[in-house]
């Protein structure tokens, strides 16, 4: 008896060649609908779906493959004897290899425009389900879903007659990923459809970006994942021009560099180290923002990452190349630019769309056992119903320098402080447990230049003592949530100093 392959797919690439070569091994070739016309068209002998289920394609080929001669094929035991006798008593024949791709259901509904009706006809019901009965049967059946196993199956083919079965055991997990993510895309499109915000399963899927070097740690495993409905503004979809690959702690960086940067409209900077920013600046042009980003800290940017929100142009280019940096990102770099910085070696130079509209619904972190997932942090300063709360009103150029240390501080680690003027950052204090350490720590790098600055908190003040702090330091102006029960002993404080305090109303804890 001939042996038998079933293809259906609606990725075309490559599926000629290996048609023509399971033909030339003497394989009856099985397939419906558009694969069954390219392949005819291209001179490859097809038998048709429905000339052995002697049943037609109906419902608009919603049925052709959804029947027992050809899932009897796919799932019968080679060398069970009762299988081996119903299969003979109803006329069923083994079906050896299958080659499915699914309806473009996750291209379908990443489109702008697209409607329910098109996103509900892109869901492939005959496809997983063919896929999933041969994959169960991987002991007997070669299934195969990614055009890029077409090489090592006719490989196998060729030498030996057969796959192996560690290879139809690594194909058929690799169809249950396959299908377990493309369920995914479907519930969690039809969960959002419904408004439902905490189904009581929750499952997410992500695609191997790269395996990494090392986690956290040397002696730490690691690799990077993409979310494939993720946020366009990501490291995930940054196209890397020169450089090392990243690391963990590299991707960590820049993706926390990114959610800074994006709060700025005008020519902004932002400079990273570990996961806190070293240095915020603001300008006229990107190479007045990086000098005053540079100059907020110039130790600790040393080896840091840096993003900027406007192309990198050559007077840049120089500043940046004057210092190590880790990874500079940037919505495009200059002919000039690049010549200049790919001088150097193994910095990484990324490019991301800054102006992407898709956005992450979700923000989510493991916990040992666990997962957990909120809403991104997206409220700004202009969200915000400032309230002033002490006698003296803040200044305007007072007004844009705590906007600035606003923006920034909702991105520091808690408990987080923040000093800065209206065009940078000159001292920040991130992660201490008590927030008056996080303040003796953003003055104390402030120095001179917190006279006359302003402070911002992520959180209210629970005692007057980090008032006093700022006003003894100089500062002029504070900006924080308000809501403890001790505001008043914090707005005498700032009253008795002459400083302009106003509350948000909204805090910003980062851990």
Known sequence: MRKRALLSVSDKSGILEFAQELEKMDYEILSTGGTKRFLEENGVSITAVDEITKFPEILGGRVKTLHPLVHGGLLAKHDDAQHQSEMAENGISPIDIVCVNLYPFRETISKPDVTVEDAIENIDIGGPTMLRSAAKNHAYVTVIVDSEDYAIVTSELRDQNATTPETRRRLAAKVFRHTAAYDSYISNYLTDLTGEEYPDQLTLTYELQQPLRYG?????????????????????????????????????????????????????????????????????????????????????????????????????????????????????????????????????????????????????????????????????????????????QPTDAELEALKLGWSVVKHVKSNAIVVSNSDMTVGIGAGQMNRVGSAKIALEQAGEKAAGAIMASDAFFPMSDTVEAAAKAGIKAIIQPGGSKKDQESIDMANAYGIAMVFTGVRHFKH
């Open 216 to 392: 956290e740690n040397p002696h730490q495993k690691a690799a990077f994942y993409r979310s494939p409905l993720g946020s366009d503004f990501s490291i995930a979809s940054a196209e890397q021009l020169h450089g090392k690959e990243l690391s963990y702690n590299n991707i960590q960086d820049a993706n926390a560099a990114l959610q800074i940067i994006k709060e700025f409209k005008m020519p902004a900077v932002v400079a990273i180290k570990h996961m806190n920013p070293c240095g915020v600046g603001t300008g006229e042009t990107i190479s007045a923002a990086f000098a005053k980003a540079y100059e907020a800290d110039s130790t600790s940017i040393f080896g840091g990452i840096v993003a900027l929100n406007r192309e990198v142009d050559a007077e840049t280019a120089k500043q940046l190349a004057g210092i190590f940096l880790e990874i500079i990102i940037a919505p495009a770099f200059s002919k000039e630019a690049l010549e200049i910085l790919t001088q150097k070696k193994n910095i990484r130079l990324l490019t991301i769309l800054f102006d992407g509209t898709k956005q992450d619904k979700w923000n989510t972190v493991t916990v040992e056992g666990g997962l957990l997932v909120q809403q991104p942090d997206t409220f700004g300063y202009e969200d915000a119903e400032i309230q002033v709360a002490t006698e003296r």
